[in-house]
């Protein structure tokens, strides 16, 4: 008596999980042909929607089927209908995390070929360093004196020491569009400056081209060293590294 009543409890649970997780989406299938008569009917997913069905029956009956004399089955039903709400969430949980891994994986990855992988041969390039426009003195100021040393150059341009290193993160056709890249440049806050301050400056290549330069003139291994950090911390920047002939 007692088997055959634990069938019976099992048999009506899982009726009323199968209803309660067929209802919703079936009724999703409905909506539209309710909402325009002349559409047809869409019931493309009728097996997906029967083996929900199945599996949230199958949930039902194994959660309620020992306590379902006790309980009013209505309750049973609302608690079926929000089985399908809690699988969902923990679907989208895995793919968030696996997401948020696969994410995590691939930063690690990058950093370590930054790290492990040796910065790519400095192009040999004659460089010239292009000095800021100064303002025009009004009345009779005198110019600064260590302004009056940079300008020695010819055209306000000074010439990078032989052998120096420059790790520039742009390279431009014309001074105007390198120049108004540097002021982008210097309001932007890169992560790589919580490790290596920035003194952006504008360079010109022999071959007419402008780059920016991250920092001034810096040694074989300061440069390597930098061109890694800013690959690591700001992989949105396309460095290079440039040599002075």
């Known amino acids: 008596m007692r088997m055959n009543q634990s069938f019976e409890n099992a048999g009506f649970t899982f009726l009323i999980g199968f209803l309660a997780g067929v209802s919703p989406f079936l009724f999703m299938q409905l909506l539209p042909a309710m909402l325009s008569p002349s559409q047809a009917l869409p019931f493309r997913n009728y097996v997906a929607i ?44 895995i ?12 930063a690690s990855a990058a950093a ?3 790290v492990l992988n040796p910065p790519p041969a400095a192009e040999p390039v004659s460089l010239e360093v292009v000095a800021p426009q100064q303002p025009k003195p009004q009345g009779r100021r005198l110019v600064s004196p260590a302004w009056a040393e940079q300008s020695s150059g010819s ?5 990078a020491q032989a052998g120096a290193y420059f790790v520039v993160i742009g390279k431009y056709e014309g001074e105007r ?12 806050r890169l992560r790589t400056e919580l490790y290596f301050p920035k003194s952006l400056r504008v360079l ?14 810096l040694s074989q291994e300061e440069a390597g060293k930098l061109f890694k950090l800013i690959r ?14």
Not at 95 to 106: D, I
Not at 155 to 159: A, K, Y
Request: no cysteine; hydrophobic share 40%.
């Open 177 to 188: 569009e390198a120049w108004q890249a540097l002021e982008q440049l210097r309001q932007d």
């Open 204 to 217: 010109r290549a022999g071959t007419g081209a402008y780059y920016v330069s991250y920092s001034g003139p």
């Open 232 to 245: 690591i911390n700001d992989p949105n920047l396309t460095p290079e590294l440039l040599k002075q002939k």
């Open 50 to 93: 029967l083996v929900t069905g199945i599996l949230i029956g199958a949930i039902t009956a194994v959660l309620f089927s020992k306590t379902f004399n006790e309980r009013d089955p209505r309750d049973v039903f609302l608690t079926a209908l929000g089985i399908p709400a809690i699988l969902i969430a923990t679907v989208s949980n």
């Open 112 to 114: 370590s070929n930054a």
């Open 155 to 159: 055209g306000g341009i000074l010439l």
């Open 95 to 106: 793919s968030t995390r696996s997401e948020a891994l696969h994410t995590v994986n691939q």
